[in-house]
């Protein structure tokens, strides 16, 4: 086995696709064909009788009437909903599109000028606090102090001690 993987770590194991455990996969197997086989047959059974209701020809198990009728109002319902889906869909999608362009392309999102001071300002502060760019660059490990932690809302105060919050 390689140093590689050695240290790769296994995040999950499933014993269905370990070797052995010969039961486990046959069950899991079985109960994983007879779920399919609970969800094709009735398919099977519900399309091949519909069909047949238009061609006598074609085998069928059952040609109630009354399951014909509901096929096709199931059928109406669906077509309704997914129209109504599609309407709704492409509606929101021009919608937002037009109001993209009206608003957002219009506006920008913040202050260029304060985004500037922002910067400045930030960078000014990290240097006080941390020290300079290029030493926290080329540090290999810095212990940061219990006093050099920052609030949660300390940087909100130092833009608003600047003048220069746009978040207001």
């Keep these: 086995m390689s140093k590689k993987q050695k240290?790769?770590?296994q995040l999950y194991t499933d014993e269905y696709f370990e070797k052995g455990h010969w039961l486990l996969k046959i069950r899991q197997t079985l109960m994983s064909l007879i779920g399919w086989l609970a969800v094709i047959i009735p398919i099977?059974?519900?399309?091949?009788?519909?069909?047949?209701?238009f061609n006598p020809k074609v085998p069928h198990i059952w040609s109630y009437p009354e399951g014909i009728l509901e096929i096709k109002f199931i059928g109406v319902i669906l077509l309704f909903a997914f129209v109504m889906s599609g309407i709704f869909s492409i509606s929101m999608t021009i919608i937002q599109n037009r109001k993209r362009q009206r608003l957002v392309q219009q506006w920008p999102t913040f202050n260029p000028i304060n985004q500037k001071k922002r910067e400045n300002t930030i960078d000014i502060f990290i240097d006080k606090r941390f020290g300079n760019k290029e030493f926290r660059e080329n540090v290999r490990t810095y212990n940061v102090q219990p006093e050099q932690n920052l609030d949660t809302d300390e940087i909100h105060k130092l833009y608003d001690e600047h003048h220069i919050n746009d978040l207001d």
Excluded at 44 to 53: L, M, Q
């Design 7 to 9: 240290n790769k770590q």
């Design 44 to 53: 099977v059974i519900t399309v091949t009788s519909f069909w047949a209701s």
